[in-house]
């Protein structure tokens, strides 16, 4: 395609949903659930499986997401090479404000690495939110020309 004149690297625009909630946020939030599942909690993997679905579906409701996991088992986010969460794209984006809040409620915040992996899931959510304001910053400005053209056509004419 670099071939065709006029095309150029700038020419092409990254897809939000494939690079950030099918991209980066898989690995992020399956290793957040992993982490959390085997190392954290106390308990056996199962209940503490258990006790993080729990707290997913209470901050779901709190927070009033739309596009919800109906389940969660381990096969979901346990890869034999990585953790990577499994998952619609919808509800990779909605898990990641709840999975930022079940986090805070288990995390050592004397830890620095826990400090990190909380700055890391806050950051992740907070870009979505920079990018939606971005597109509706765009479309608005888009508007604002269209209006802008149609007023000075009636004043020129």
């Known amino acids: 395609m670099l071939k065709i004149e006029g095309v150029t690297i700038l020419s092409f625009y ?3 949903m494939h690079c950030k909630s099918l991209g980066i946020d898989k690995p992020l939030l399956g290793s957040v659930l992993y982490v ?3 190392y954290i909690l106390p308990g056996g993997v ?3 499986l258990s006790a993080v679905w729990r707290d997913i579906e209470s901050f779901y409701d709190e927070l009033s997401s739309e596009n919800r996991y109906g389940h969660m088992r ?3 986010f346990h890869t034999k090479s990585q953790p990577k969460l499994k998952g619609k794209a919808a509800e990779v984006k909605d898990l990641c404000p709840v999975l930022v809040l079940v986090w805070q409620k288990y995390m050592n915040p004397l830890l620095p690495i826990h400090q990190k992996i909380l700055m890391v899931l ?3 959510y907070k870009s979505l ?3 939606i304001c971005y597109i509706v910053f765009r479309v608005l400005c888009f508007w604002m020309m269209v209006v802008d053209c149609r007023l000075a056509g009636k004043i020129i004419a």
């Open 36 to 38: 959390l599942v085997h």
């Open 122 to 124: 806050k950051g992740s």
């Open 46 to 48: 199962e209940d503490n």
């Open 14 to 16: 990254p897809d939000w």
């Open 129 to 131: 939110r920079v990018f």
């Open 74 to 76: 381990q096969t979901m």
